[in-house]
Structure formats: structure tokens, C-alpha cells
């Protein structure tokens, strides 16, 4: 297979000072893409700011031949994700790829979570994603092509505890990836989400540290390049990946019990193993696909 490049196309990356983003702006910018490295710089947990990470990453790619230049843009404001669009269009002249990925953590149980933890949090990773796509748009649509990948985690498609703040974001990025989908069909802009494991300052105390190696970032990034390549056939799905495993997670509903007159709460009770059964499945792409068995049941 001949190789994938991006020559021509231009991409930011949010967050892409450490880490994920940081592998993801290295891959493109290789493959011949030019990169706008966004990072506001502060820690694990969001506080502090610096321009130091994202300027690093650009003189890497500099040094390696590639074309980058540094945002040191706030993702959760909307002067932030202007500012990080604006610097595709003044540097590069145009915008084909957003890689939303910068994130941050404030962990803690539901008990004791304050407003100002969960806000910031959904900010950063929900708000942010939103604000970012939400200036590029426009102009993904006036050119007819796009290619978006929104970082969502496992934590938000199964829950974890101690991440209500963060699976809520990060379950929200589902179905905005999904909206996106649709509404850029058209305009050939395709949406796609990501639910990743890799070794990061993100995760280096909650994963073995034997795990740094078999899980390290560049297992992850293949699958964002495929993503928002011109080649990538898909959208609005959400993929695991981590350690060289790649998986489509779905949505799906089961098959269901159904009673069309007379539904009574003994009902429920009585039927509650075959409304809880898995299989078989659908997976809907719509909410009329997800309305079609109970049409079929009704008529
Ligand atoms: P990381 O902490 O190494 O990278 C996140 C980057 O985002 C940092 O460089 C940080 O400065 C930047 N950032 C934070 N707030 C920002 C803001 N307001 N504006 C601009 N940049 C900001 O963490 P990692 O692991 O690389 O995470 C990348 C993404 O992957 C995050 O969205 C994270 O939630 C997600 N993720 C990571 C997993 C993992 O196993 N590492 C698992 C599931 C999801």
C-alpha cells in the first residue's frame, strides 16, 4: 500500500504540547501536513500557563523538515478557539483537519466533587471540542471538505469512578461527534471519535508503569491519521484503540419486549430479563433507523 500522506492539507491539534496530541501533530507534519500545535501549557490538572510546550513541539517538527507554527490558545474560550483557527488560515492560508484533543483532570468522587470541578472539566474537553469545530466549520463547509476527531475515553462510555465530570464530557463528545456527522455529510466533512489508552502524564499514575512501553502514544496515532485522511470511508464512530488494538465501539439496542395496549408496571416486572436482552441487535445511525423496530412492532 502506498503511503498516506497529507501534503497540502493543514491541521490543528489541540493539546498537542504532551502526549497524544503531541505524537498526533509529529505524525501529520511527517506525512507532509502543516500543523498548528496548540497547547495552553499548565499541568495535569489545568492550572498554569505556558507557551514553552507547544513551541517545542513546532521546533521539532521544524527541525525535522515540517512546516508547524505554536498556539499557546485557550480551547475552552471562544477568543482561545478563534485565535487557534485564525493562526491556520494567517500561517497556512486554509484549514482541512481538527484533532480535539487537549484535556485536563480533576478527579474525585461525586460526594465530594465541587461546581468549579466538574465546570472546569467540561470546559476544557466538551466546551472546548464544541468552541474549536465550531470555528473551523464555516470554513470546512465553504471548501467542501473536512476531517474532525474528538477525543472521548473509555471513562465516558462505560463510566469510572471518581470521572463523573469527566465521562460526562467525554460521553457528550459521542454524540456531538455524531451530530457533526450528519450535519457535515454534505459538505464532506467527516467526524470521527476516539476512546484511547496510552501512557501519559495523564494516566502515569493510574497505569502500571511496566505499561509505558506497550501502551505508548505512538500506538494510538496511526488510527487519528487514517481518521483525517481523505482516504478514511468513515463517520460518526467511535474507536478504541490503545497498545495496537483497534476497536469500533457501537451503540446498540436489543431487541426489545414490546405490548401495544395496556402497558402496566407488573408488566415491566414480569418482562424486565427480555427488555434487558443483548441480542439480537441493532445499531441505529439515525433516530428514525432507532425508531424502526417499534414501527414494525406496531403495525
Ligand atoms: P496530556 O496531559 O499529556 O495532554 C493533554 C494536553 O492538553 C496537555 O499538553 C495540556 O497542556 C493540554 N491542554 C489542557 N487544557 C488545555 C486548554 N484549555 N487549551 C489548550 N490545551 C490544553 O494527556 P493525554 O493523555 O495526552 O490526553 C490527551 C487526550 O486524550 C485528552 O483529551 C484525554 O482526556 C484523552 N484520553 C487519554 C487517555 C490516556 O490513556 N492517556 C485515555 C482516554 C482519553
Not at 67 to 77: F, K, L, R
Not at 102 to 119: C, H, P, Y
Not at 165 to 189: C, P, Q, R, W
Amino acid at each position: 500500500m502506498s503511503e498516506l500522506r497529507f501534503d497540502g492539507r493543514v491541521a490543528v491539534v489541540t493539546g498537542a504540547g504532551h502526549g497524544l496530541g503531541r505524537r498526533h501533530a509529529l505524525e501529520l507534519a511527517a506525512r507532509g501536513a502543516k500543523v498548528v500545535v496548540n497547547d495552553l501549557g499548565g499541568d495535569r490538572s489545568g492550572s498554569g500557563v505556558s507557551s514553552g510546550p507547544a513551541q517545542q513541539v513546532v521546533d521539532e517538527i521544524v527541525k525535522n523538515g515540517g512546516e508547524a507554527v505554536a498556539s499557546p490558545d485557550n480551547v475552552a474560550t471562544p477568543e482561545g478557539a478563534q485565535a487557534i483557527v485564525q493562526a491556520a488560515l494567517e500561517t497556512f492560508g486554509k484549514l482541512d483537519i481538527v484533532v480535539n484533543n487537549a484535556g485536563i483532570l480533576r478527579d474525585k468522587s461525586f460526594k465530594n466533587m465541587t461546581v468549579e470541578e466538574w465546570d472546569t472539566v467540561i470546559a476544557v474537553h466538551l466546551r472546548g471540542s464544541f468552541l474549536v469545530s465550531n470555528a473551523a466549520w464555516p470554513h470546512l463547509r465553504e471548501q467542501g471538505y473536512g476531517r474532525i476527531v474528538n477525543t472521548s475515553s473509555p471513562a465516558g462510555l462505560f463510566g469510572n469512578f471518581g470521572q463523573a465530570n469527566y465521562s460526562t464530557a467525554k460521553m457528550g463528545l459521542v454524540g456531538f461527534t455524531k451530530t457533526l456527522a450528519h450535519e457535515g455529510a454534505k459538505y464532506d466533512i467527516k467526524a470521527n471519535a476516539i476512546a484511547p489508552v496510552a501512557w501519559t502524564r495523564m494516566t502515569e499514575d493510574l497505569l502500571p508503569a511496566e505499561s509505558a512501553e506497550v501502551l505508548s502514544v505512538d500506538k494510538v496515532t496511526p488510527l487519528v491519521a487514517y481518521l483525517v485522511h481523505e482516504d478514511n470511508p468513515s463517520s460518526g464512530e467511535v474507536y478504541t484503540v490503545g497498545g495496537g488494538r483497534i476497536a469500533r465501539i457501537i451503540v446498540a439496542e436489543g431487541p426489545g419486549w414490546t405490548k401495544k395496549d395496556g402497558l402496566t408496571v407488573e408488566d415491566v416486572a414480569a418482562n424486565w430479563e427480555q427488555i434487558n436482552a443483548e441480542e439480537p441487535f441493532i445499531v441505529p445511525r439515525n433516530p428514525m433507523e432507532q425508531m424502526a423496530p417499534l414501527m414494525q412492532a406496531l403495525q
